[in-house]
C-alpha cells in the first residue's frame, strides 16, 4: 500500500539567482494535521510562474521518497528532505516506472488523477544547488508527476494512498517522459500516449507535433514536440556565395535583390515566409557584417528575393542599396524559419505594416498557387503610395482569389494617393480598425512589422477571438526573450559587447541582434554569453534538456560539454550547453 509520507506547501518568494531574481513557488516545507487539496491547489500553497506550473491538470506535484534515497547515493548527501525538490505530496510506494498516465488515487476525502510527468526547468536544482538537476531527473528517470484534483478534500501525512482506477493503455509516467524528452519517439507509442484522456493539453499538443512529425512527407529532424516546429532542415551548411540577379526599387526607400547561385544551378526551395542571412562586407575596413531577411517571392521561383528598406542610420542596408548590383557575388545561408502557413481551411489573415509586407507577400504567392479558394484577409498599413511597396503585385494576387478580401491603410496619403483604388482607408492599422472590420474569428493570423505594431495588432485580435494559438508574429530583429521565473527582466537596451577585456576566442555573430563579439573562456556556454551581450534569449532547463534555446546555426561548429538527450535539429544548436568550436553565425 503506497502511503503519503509529507505534505509540503510554500508560498511564491524571490530568490537570488546568478545576480538574478527568480520568483519561484519550489520553496516547500512539511506541514503538520490535515490540510485541504482543492481544485487548484493545497491550501497554503502557490506557484511563482503559473504558465509552467500548476493550474488544473498540475494542481498536485508527486514524487517518490524512493527517488530521494537514490539522489542521496548519487550526490552523497544527507540533506534531501522532502519538498527541497519542491514536490506537494512526498509518497512511498508509487515509482514513475509504475504509476501510469490516468491512475486514479483516493488520498484521505480527495481523489486525484494523474496527467502528466514533471515538466523540469533550472528551478528544479535551485535550491539544492545542482544545476544539472533537470536533465538528470530525465535521463535517471525520476521526475515524479502532475495530478489533477477530481474530488476536493482534506488530506493528511501518514495517510494510506489508494488506487481506485487503471489509466488507459497503461503507459507509465517515466515511459511518457522518455516519450517526449529523450530519442526514439516511436509512432505507435505516441498514439497510445494521445489516446489516454487525462493526458493534459500541452503534452497532447507534444505528442501529436511529434506524430505529424513521424507522418510527414518531407525530412524533418529534431524534437518538434518541445519546439513547436516541424520545417525541413537547411539546404546547406555555412553561407554559399550567390550572384545579385536582378534589382527593383519597390517604393521610395525599399530595395529588391532577386539572388541567384552563382554558378547557375537552381535555388533550392524554400517554405514561404522563411528568410536567408547575409554576410556582406559593410563594416569598417570591409569588416564581414551578417543580417537576416525576409523572402518576398514565391516559393519555387528562380532565385531568393530580399526586400530591403534603408534605414537613416543603418549600415548594411546602406549598403545595400548603394554598392550592391547585378553581377555582385554576396554569402548568403540558407532559407530558414518556422514563421510558416500551416496546411488546413480556416481562413488566412496576413497582417503586415512598411517594409514588414515581404514574409507575408510571399505567403500570398504560395496560397494563390496551391489553394486559390482558401478564404484570405489582406491588411496593410502604409504611410501613403510612395512608400508602399509591392502594391500592384500584391493587387493582383488578391485579384486572383476568389475569396480573397484586403483592406489598405494610409496613415498620411499624399495628393495623388486615390481612396478605393490605391488604399482603402485613412488612419491607421490599429486595435481599433480590427474591432471595425467584421473579420473571421475562426481565422490564422500571421503578422509581420515593427515590434510595438505585432504587439498592439496581436492583443487585438485576441481580444477581437483568434485563439491565441493561432495568431503568429516575424520580427525583423531579435525574437522576443524566454526568461521563465526572472522577476523584474525587461528591456535591458540594444545588444552590447560584453563587460571587461574582449575574449580570446572565436567570433560568436549574432545575426538578428546585428553584433559580433569574441567568445570569452570564462562563459559556461554560448547561452551564458549571449545574456552577457544583451542579446534576447530563450530557455527554460538549461541542461539541453527542454530545447527552448534551440536555435539556428548558421555557420560554424560548435562542442557540447553535456550530450543533449535528444539532438536538436540539423542546423541548430542548444544554447545552453554549447561553447564555439570555431568562429560560429547563430539566428539569434
Request: aromatic share 6%; glycine share 12%; charged share 20%.
Amino acid at each position: 500500500m503506497a502511503t503519503l509520507v509529507s505534505v509540503n506547501v510554500g508560498m511564491p518568494k524571490d530568490v537570488p539567482w546568478k545576480g538574478r531574481t527568480v520568483h519561484t513557488g519550489a520553496w516547500k516545507a512539511p506541514v503538520t494535521g490535515p490540510r485541504m487539496l482543492r481544485r487548484l491547489n493545497i491550501d497554503g500553497d502557490g506557484q511563482g510562474d503559473t504558465a509552467g506550473h500548476g493550474g488544473e491538470n498540475r494542481a498536485v506535484l508527486v514524487y517518490q521518497v524512493a527517488s530521494y534515497q537514490h539522489w542521496a547515493r548519487e550526490f552523497g548527501r544527507d540533506d534531501l528532505v522532502p519538498g527541497v525538490l519542491g514536490e506537494n505530496l512526498t509518497v512511498d510506494g508509487l515509482p514513475d516506472d509504475e504509476v501510469c498516465i490516468g491512475d486514479r488515487y483516493r488520498i484521505g476525502d480527495a481523489v486525484v488523477e494523474v496527467t502528466q510527468p514533471r515538466v523540469t526547468c533550472y528551478r528544479a536544482g535551485l535550491r539544492i544547488g545542482e544545476p544539472r538537476m533537470a536533465a538528470l531527473l530525465v535521463a535517471h528517470r525520476r521526475t515524479g508527476f502532475y495530478c489533477r484534483v477530481l474530488t476536493e478534500g482534506e488530506i493528511e501525512a501518514g495517510q494510506d494512498i489508494v488506487k481506485i482506477d487503471d489509466g488507459p493503455e497503461r503507459v507509465t509516467v517515466a515511459e511518457m517522459d522518455a516519450l517526449l524528452y529523450l530519442p526514439g519517439h516511436s509512432r505507435d507509442d505516441l498514439e497510445r500516449g494521445l489516446r489516454i484522456p487525462a493526458l493534459s493539453p500541452g503534452w497532447r499538443q507534444s505528442l501529436q507535433s511529434l506524430l505529424d512529425q513521424a507522418a510527414g512527407t518531407t525530412e524533418a529532424l529534431g524534437n518538434s514536440g518541445l519546439t513547436g516546429v516541424t520545417v525541413p532542415p537547411p539546404a546547406w551548411p555555412g553561407f554559399r556565395p550567390m550572384r545579385v540577379a536582378a534589382t527593383h526599387v519597390e517604393s521610395q526607400h525599399v530595395r529588391s535583390l532577386l539572388l541567384a547561385n552563382a554558378d547557375g544551378t537552381p535555388s533550392p526551395e524554400w517554405i514561404a515566409g522563411q528568410s536567408i542571412t547575409l554576410r556582406l562586407p559593410a563594416g569598417p575596413n570591409r569588416m564581414p557584417l551578417v543580417r537576416n531577411y525576409s523572402l518576398s517571392n514565391a516559393p519555387g521561383t528562380s532565385g531568393y528575393r530580399i526586400t530591403v528598406k534603408q534605414e537613416p542610420v543603418g549600415t548594411v542596408s546602406t549598403y545595400i542599396h548603394e554598392h550592391l548590383d547585378v553581377g555582385d557575388v554576396v554569402d548568403v545561408a540558407a532559407p530558414r524559419g518556422s514563421f510558416c502557413v500551416t496546411a488546413g481551411t480556416e481562413p488566412i489573415l496576413l497582417v503586415s505594416a512598411g517594409v514588414g509586407v515581404t514574409p507575408v507577400l510571399s505567403m500570398l504567392h504560395h496560397l494563390q498557387a496551391t489553394q486559390p479558394t482558401r478564404p484570405v484577409w489582406w491588411l496593410h498599413g502604409a504611410r501613403n503610395g510612395d512608400e508602399h511597396p509591392f502594391a500592384a503585385e500584391t493587387r493582383a494576387l488578391l485579384g486572383a482569389l476568389p475569396n480573397g478580401r484586403a483592406r489598405v491603410f494610409y496613415s498620411r496619403p499624399s495628393a495623388t494617393d486615390r481612396i478605393g483604388v490605391d488604399y482603402d482607408q485613412q488612419g491607421h492599422l490599429d486595435a481599433e480598425a480590427v474591432a471595425t472590420l467584421s473579420l473571421p474569428r475562426d481565422g490564422s493570423a500571421y503578422l509581420c512589422g515593427p515590434a510595438s505594431f505585432m504587439d498592439q495588432l496581436g492583443a487585438a485580435l485576441k481580444s477581437y477571438g483568434l485563439d491565441a494559438a493561432n495568431i503568429h508574429a516575424e520580427t525583423f530583429g531579435a525574437r522576443s526573450a524566454i526568461t521563465p521565473g526572472i522577476a523584474g527582466e525587461g528591456e535591458s537596451g540594444p545588444p552590447h559587447l560584453p563587460d571587461g577585456p574582449a575574449g580570446p576566442g572565436p567570433t560568436i555573430a549574432f545575426a538578428r541582434s546585428a553584433l559580433s563579439a569574441p567568445w570569452g573562456a570564462a562563459y559556461g556556454s554560448i547561452l551564458e554569453f549571449a545574456e552577457a551581450c544583451g542579446v534576447p534569449t530563450r530557455w527554460s532547463c538549461r541542461t539541453g534538456v527542454c530545447h527552448t534555446c534551440e536555435t539556428g546555426l548558421l555557420a560554424g561548429r560548435v562542442s557540447y560539454d553535456l550530450d543533449p538527450l535528444d539532438p536538436p535539429a540539423p542546423g541548430n544548436v542548444l544554447l545552453c550547453i554549447a561553447k564555439p568550436a570555431e568562429p560560429i553565425v547563430l539566428d539569434l
